[in-house]
């Protein structure tokens, strides 16, 4: 039985919309091909949510759709023809345009809701010709077949997500943990080997490093993108608020080549045979490495998420650096402070699980930074919290005595989720910091692990 339950003109603002901005797809999880009613709009959407897995770029022309849907299909290729063909598609790619993405949401809303009517209409057809249809069933089985029917079809709109067995998606989870593990270390490794036993950069979950002013946190995570995109070929994505993208260049290429920065600055490298062979030879090995800086100092937790989203399609992005989420003023209380250092954290724990990628970000606090971890919001989603701070005076001495006079900073891990956390707010892994070319190391000198962990 024919329903008027449709609207075309809302499923064409929505493969319009999407034609034009496919990353939109994210936010249309719910949005089947099935909830349209028409046959051409059921294959275009299809063929753009598998799209949105390969192709790069965010806009999709009409000769490529109908090229694939060809390739997918003859029929679907046949159906789209008698729609009008190419001249359709390119109707529908001129009207998306203008849309924005809320005019997209609302109409997707609008079909998904008329598919819904109609699959209910149906099954209360089909229960109402059961009924009709002799007179030997119960009451109890009327009312038996009549919740089964709509019980289905309540659930296929109500319950979006696929719900599974664990023992179904065993062997599948398993498979994905094992991936994750390369010699013995779960996720990516950090540069400093000795921190590796407390944290590695896992996928899905978010390291938050903090620290004062002038602390180098910018540095330790230009050191770790280094480790990740330029040694390792880590596909990276660094978001930078402190630094244009000259500046964070000079200081990879000092990490890279451990030329001192001064000598790259003022080009003093080429008069240096043996430098300057050591700048070439850098040069190559940066220019081949996938990562991706970009520099801005109006970030917002929308704009970080929708450029990340885009670039994980685009580009493969499997790693994000954020530098830094930081406190607008000194002065400001310490509840402000958790408050903002808390809404950043847990919007980029929920971009990592999303994508399913690791993510560091540096934040920057006030004296007491090691009270910020107090703040429940940072607890709640921080994978791992860390500050990195200078030795004592004392300490430094020591460490002088004892032939580590370069040892003058350590990282200590307030709060691990995966591993262990650390028990002495004075103790932790002991950095090396070579100013003149921005590069930490491990120090030789690290406490045993036993005496370290709580």
């Known amino acids: 039985m024919a329903t008027v ?177 390369k010699n013995g270390e779960i996720g990516i490794p950090t540069k400093i080997e000795p921190l590796n036993k407390f944290y590695t950069y896992r ?47 000079m200081r990879l290429i000092s990490i890279d080549s451990g030329i001192p920065l001064h000598a790259l600055e003022t080009f003093q490298y080429e008069a240096d045979p043996i430098q300057f062979k050591k700048y070439k030879e850098s040069e190559v090995r940066i220019k081949k490495a996938p990562l991706i800086h970009k520099y801005s100092t109006r970030w917002t937790t929308k704009k970080v998420r929708n450029d990340v989203i885009s670039l994980v399609r685009q580009e493969g992005i499997q790693m994000l650096v ?35 990628i690791p993510v560091l970000t540096l934040a920057q606090t006030s004296p007491y930074e090691v009270r910020v971890a107090d703040s429940d919001k940072i607890n709640r989603y921080a994978s791992v919290i860390g ?11 020591r460490m002088k005595q004892w032939g580590y006079p370069k040892t003058k900073d350590y990282i200590y891990i307030k709060y691990n989720r995966n591993g262990a956390s650390m028990e002495d707010e004075t103790k932790g892994v002991y950095l090396e910091f070579n100013r003149h070319n921005v590069t930490f190391n491990a120090s030789k000198f690290q406490e045993n692990f036993e005496d370290l962990v709580l």
């Open 5 to 181: 339950n449709n609207n075309i003109i809302a499923e064409r603002i929505v493969i319009s919309g999407v034609m034009n901005n496919l990353d939109w797809i994210i936010d249309l999880q719910n949005l089947e091909p099935e909830h349209f009613y028409n046959s051409t709009h059921k294959i275009l959407f299809y063929l753009l949510k598998k799209l949105y897995e390969t192709f790069k770029g965010d806009k999709v022309d009409p000769f490529t759709l109908l090229s694939i849907a060809k390739n997918e299909n003859i029929e679907f290729e046949k159906d789209i023809e008698n729609s009008g063909g190419l001249d359709y598609l390119q109707t529908l790619s001129e009207l998306g345009t203008d849309y924005k993405k809320e005019d997209i949401l609302t109409q997707a809303e609008i079909v998904t809701k008329l598919s819904f009517f109609r699959d209910m209409h149906n099954a209360l057809d089909k229960e109402l010709a059961y009924i009709e249809n002799g007179d030997n069933k119960t009451r109890e089985d009327v009312i038996d077949s009549l919740r089964n029917s709509t019980d289905k079809t309540i659930s296929k709109y109500t319950i979006a997500d696929n719900y599974r067995y664990i023992g179904d998606v065993y062997d599948d989870v398993m498979e994905k943990v094992k991936q994750d593990v």
């Open 203 to 249: 996928k899905g979950e978010l390291v938050v490093l903090c620290g004062r002013p002038k602390q180098g946190k910018s540095a330790f995570a230009i050191n770790e993108a280094h480790n990740m995109a330029v040694v390792h070929g880590i596909p990276t994505l660094y978001l930078d608020t402190e630094m244009p993208t000259k500046t964070f260049l």
């Open 322 to 356: 954020y530098d830094y989420i930081k406190v607008k003023e000194v002065n400001e209380s310490k509840n402000r402070e958790h408050n903002e250092l808390g809404n950043w954290t847990i919007a980029l724990k929920d971009l990592a699980g999303e994508l399913n």
């Open 387 to 397: 500050f990195l701070l200078p030795l004592s005076e004392d300490d430094k001495n």
